[in-house]
């Protein structure tokens, strides 16, 4: 990370820390957002599987293993638009590429409240998989649910397989390959997404290229499958100049009813009867 982006993201958090506010709620219009932030501040509950995913977060932390691994995102070379393959360690990728438990944590609570609102299986897709800590969080939620995840790296794929399996998770289905070719190009019979067009995304988690064009064509792809109810959750909305501009171009979307910012993440939700509002709140 250069300098420049070190006194970028510092910048960032010293904004959002003096901007945002913490007060469970209080100000938010419509009683669903509100009990949702309720839910996701002040829940205490520690759920049963947090432990098991927690531990194979410092089993990763712990591994000296090198894979090699295909980068289609901001660590491409820019110059020539190719994926750059390098030999990376198991550990390094742990404690730099994993989400933070708090984060993982959250989308836990919120997979569990959609899931009681809307009283049915939710379908879920996340875009970059990397080690499969988030995508665990995501599904164990409840196994009724699906969860679909693409990933550029095979070999970031296999180890997410590997996490899966020792936490005995079984709602999950994989789609390995570029996410520009898997998600964007792939003929409806091969891409998870385009089987039953009708069938909404309840939930969608981006957190694959942090540049401002792949997140734009992300979102716009998977916003044809948003519904009033669906929540979709951008990751690293203050990573780069990129990725706040997209964030602010999103919310200004018209399909967009109101987003939340919590510096991490962003919260997006398309319900009509919302104000359009972007609140910017601290966990």
């Not at 006194?7 to 219009?29: K, M």
């Not at 409240?113 to 299986?121: D, F, K, T």
């Not at 939710?122 to 990933?151: F, H, K, P």
């Not at 990129?242 to 009813?257: K, P």
Request: charged fraction near 25%.
């Amino acid at each position: 990370m250069t300098l420049k982006q070190q006194l970028y993201r510092v910048g960032t958090y010293l904004r959002h820390l003096f901007t945002s506010w913490n007060t469970g709620g209080e100000g938010i219009h419509s009683p669903y957002l509100f009990y949702l932030v309720r839910m996701l501040i002040y829940d205490q509950n520690r759920y049963y599987c947090w432990s098991d995913i927690e531990q194979e977060r410092r089993r990763l932390l712990r591994s000296r293993e090198t894979i090699r691994v295909v980068d289609y995102g901001t660590g491409g070379n820019r110059q020539t638009d190719k994926p750059i393959t390098e030999e990376r360690c198991l550990q390094d990728i742990a404690a730099t590429s994993l989400e933070q438990a708090m984060v993982g944590q959250v989308l836990f609570r919120l997979v569990n409240y959609l899931g009681h609102v809307q009283q049915r299986p939710l379908r879920i897709v996340e875009l970059g998989t990397s080690l499969g800590i988030t995508t665990a969080y995501l599904a164990m939620a409840d196994s009724r649910n699906s969860v679909v995840t693409y990933e550029g790296s095979d070999a970031l794929m296999s180890q997410a397989k590997e996490v899966w399996k020792r936490l005995k998770i079984e709602n999950i289905s994989t789609v390995q390959g570029n996410i520009d070719e898997t998600l964007l190009r792939a003929p409806a019979r091969d891409n998870i997404i385009g089987v039953g067009n009708e069938a909404p995304i309840d939930i969608a988690y981006l957190d694959a290229n942090h540049t401002y064009e792949a997140t734009m064509r992300y979102y716009t792809y998977l916003a044809r499958y948003a519904q009033p109810h669906s929540i979709y959750i951008l990751d690293d909305i203050h990573h780069s100049e990129q990725m706040a501009r997209a964030w602010r171009e999103i919310g200004q979307r018209g399909e967009v009813s109101t987003t939340m910012d919590f510096y991490h993440f962003g919260l997006v939700f398309f319900d009509p009867h919302y104000l359009k509002r972007h609140y910017t709140l601290r966990l």
